[in-house]
């Protein structure tokens, strides 16, 4: 399942049982995994040698923590509470403009690649802390605060003493940032501009 979802992060899935109406536009490049048919893998063999299995496995103590932060913040953020002002929504537009998706964990990546995806990261926590400091008060800008400081340890990190869960993709604690860092890209693309 790990594999699917960082496979398919940035596509549109459905999830279908045989009665969903949707079944019988399924095309016929459709294979499901663990399926019956000979063509099927199963699980193991669709997870078999995919060199992301290690990073995705392992803990996500950033990423956890952010999501604990967007959980606390969601309720207070709700539509039915709150609407953003004009500032809140600038701000809004201006980190979906700036902050993106992690690349896939399974992307080749060497020594410039990871020194590339730290430097990308440490400059999403800095938009963040500007943007939370822009607007200086309000639910939103707790928020971003939070997340700012949660993400303030990669100033620690350098790309040549990070360890790495296989190798040659992107070492976890690494990806953790990026994960976490995303997590708040999913949230505001969801909230009110």
């Known amino acids: 399942m790990w594999q699917f979802l960082a496979d398919h992060v940035d596509h549109r899935v459905k999830l279908l049982g045989e009665s969903a109406v949707a079944w019988d536009e399924v095309g016929p490049e459709f294979v499901e995994i663990g399926g019956l048919d000979v063509w099927c893998p199963t699980l193991a063999e669709y997870a078999a040698g995919w060199p992301a299995l290690p990073l995705m496995s392992a803990p996500r103590p950033l990423a956890?923590?952010?999501?604990?932060?967007?959980?606390?913040?969601?309720?207070?953020?709700?539509?039915?509470?709150?609407?953003?002002?004009?500032?809140?929504?600038?701000?809004?537009?201006?980190?979906?403009?700036?902050?993106?998706?992690?690349?896939?964990?399974?992307?080749?990546?060497?020594?410039?690649?990871?020194?590339?995806?730290?430097?990308?990261?440490?400059?999403?926590?800095?938009?963040?802390?500007?943007?939370a400091d822009a607007l200086g008060t309000g639910v939103l800008a707790e928020l971003l605060h939070t997340v700012a400081d949660l993400l303030a340890p990669l100033d620690d990190l350098s790309a040549e003493r990070m360890p790495r869960e296989a190798e040659g993709i992107v070492p976890g604690v690494l990806y953790d940032a990026e994960w976490a860092a995303g997590l708040l890209v999913d949230y505001v693309n969801g909230i009110g501009s």
């Open 64 to 131: 956890e923590a952010v999501h604990r932060a967007v959980e606390e913040a969601s309720a207070r953020l709700s539509p039915r509470l709150w609407s953003p002002d004009a500032s809140e929504s600038a701000a809004i537009r201006r980190l979906r403009e700036v902050l993106t998706f992690p690349a896939p964990p399974g992307e080749a990546t060497g020594p410039e690649q990871v020194a590339a995806r730290l430097e990308k990261v440490r400059q999403d926590r800095d938009e963040i802390r500007g943007t």
